[in-house]
């Protein structure tokens, strides 16, 4: 926290802090209900996030609260291992516990780029179909049906279908009006609608309770902190599973939010400190049982939007959640469901925008990876969706690694730049020489097929006195590489040919002195660019600073 900050800053923080406090516990709230736990979960939640992360967090504008996605993740999980509805609790608990348990490994092991097992295209399909389930599965409250169980998207709409004919008309209107004056809010800057509409909805709860509409009702605020429920025998494996699905989608999102705005506004970004902190915030959420928490991209935004200018903003939103569950309680309790649900709607809709997927259709990649990971949310749920886009990401992360990519370089217009051949005619081939260059990073994956590929070019030249392989696409190697190495330069040395490596690492160049493989010696593999290695062959002394390729 910068304590010389100027008043005017502080005083920013203040104000952004009472107006992020209205908006965010109507909607921890409802996130409660998403996932099946008492609304007093949400609350707990709330204050602990804000609290854990405006006092050790990174990011100035970050909001640790209870999301949408974390909460349909959690609901699914319950329902998988509680054996009753009295066990949700008991169960969740255990879960948001266990999460953050992962977060902290994740934190000590400094696995701080842990999201980017979630590639883009696949993390934001994922999230639009998300949304749509969750939108869904808020209909019974908006409307009055019965509530929905499971996430099937083709049963959940044929559910509702099915019981239209019991959607209470009074719940439905007050919902659409709740929800229409929250896309009317959008347009007028700094207009707090949650606040608005939440406001109406109290005002008119005793009319609209006389007529059906359910209200929130009795929340009980406990801060007592004690050891879950643990796993049922045989449950273990599943809940370590689902913990470390909690800890993927919160990680994910919560990096998206905090790089996104670091970047944004030029600040720097700690991923592993933040790992900590999100671990120690779902370690307390779980002991208080409380909901899982994480930096939510909608309360960031709403944060920076309001003026927050530091973590402070965070710390006098607890305060105020503080002051407002302690004062005006029993308001929140009368709060109409309908006008949560229409809450949670109008908070997913940013994700339905067709417009995310634009970029992906105009450069023609990945549409196919966006799609897919909508379909699997839709038609296999919330968890095994989820899991098939993590599956998809490895995929394609696997299947971009282990790709067999040889590139061979030719001198471009006389100079010194050696450029693939194949994407530039003019490039010229040195005489007796082949320059190769592998595209991707040399691992046991891909190893054994990049130097097959090597092996065919230089059995395609005759009068072959050299070869040259550029490794700067290879920051390390594995064993696997460095036998596919020292196998194709024993070939080589089998043949007549010599061998030389340029573009090294300087770890790479201690490892394979270290290895001590055929033909590459200090001198061999002492060549800081393409052009001293063809200078070294020829036997012309390299030419002081050259570093070009």
Known sequence: ?????????????????????????????????????????????????????????????????????SAAVLAAGTVLLAGAAT????????????????????????LGGLSHLIARPVLRGYTFGLAIVIALKQLPHLGGWPDLHGDFVPLLVVD?????????????????????????????????????????????????????????????????????????????????ELAAALLLILYAESYSSIRGFALKHNDAVTPNRDLL??????????????????????????????????????????????????????WIERIPLTVLAAIVIHAVSKSWRLSVFRPYLQWKRDRLLALAAVIAVLSLGILNGLLCAIVLS????????????????????????????????????????????PEEPLFFANAEAVMTLARKEVEQRNGLKQVILSLEASPDLDSTALESLGDFSAWLQARGVGLRV????????????????????????????????????????????????
């Not at 959008?186 to 059906?212: D, F, K, M």
Request: with cysteine; hydrophobic share 55%; charged share 10%.
């Open 1 to 69: 926290m910068n304590e010389t900050a100027p008043t005017s800053a502080r005083i920013a923080d203040v104000l952004a802090g009472l107006a992020l406090a209205g908006l965010l516990v109507p909607e921890a709230v409802a996130y409660s209900g998403i996932a099946g736990m008492p609304p007093q979960a949400g609350v707990v939640a709330l204050f602990i996030g804000l609290i854990c992360y405006g006092l050790l967090g990174t990011s100035r504008f970050a909001v640790v609260s209870s999301t949408s996605s």
């Open 87 to 110: 066990d949700r609790v008991a169960v969740a608990a255990m879960l948001v516990l266990f999460g953050g348990v992962c977060f902290l490994v994740a934190g000590v092991a400094r």
């Open 394 to 437: 490895l995929m394609l992360l696997l299947r971009q690694l282990a790709s067999a990519r040889l590139s061979v370089l030719g001198r471009l217009a006389n100079g010194h730049d050696f450029v693939d051949i194949a994407q530039h005619p003019a490039a010229v081939e040195a005489s007796g020489m082949l320059i190769l260059r």
């Open 502 to 549: 340029a573009r090294l690492k300087d770890e790479t160049r201690d490892l394979l002195l270290r290895a001590a493989l055929p033909q590459l010696s200090s001198q061999a593999l002492n060549n800081w660019s393409v052009e001293d290695a063809v200078m070294a062959s020829r036997g012309t002394p390299p030419i002081t600073g050259n570093t070009t390729q």
């Open 277 to 330: 902190v999100l671990g120690l915030a779902n370690v307390l959420s779980g002991a208080c049982q409380g909901m899982p928490v994480g930096a939510g991209y909608s309360a960031t935004s709403a944060n920076e939007a309001a003026g927050a200018q530091s973590r402070l903003a965070g710390l006098v939103a607890a305060f105020t959640v503080l002051l407002m569950v302690w004062l005006l309680l029993r």
């Open 160 to 240: 509702l279908v099915r019981t239209s004919a019991q959607v209470n008309v009074v719940t439905l209107g007050a919902g659409v009006v709740a929800l229409a004056l929250l896309f009317a809010c959008e347009r007028v800057r700094r207009l707090p609608g949650s606040l608005l509409v939440i406001a109406l909805g109290v005002a008119a709860s005793s009319a609209l309770a006389a007529r059906g509409v359910p209200l929130t009702g009795v929340i009980h605020l406990q801060m007592s902190i004690g050891i879950p429920t643990w796993p049922r025998s045989g449950q273990w494996l599943s809940s370590v």
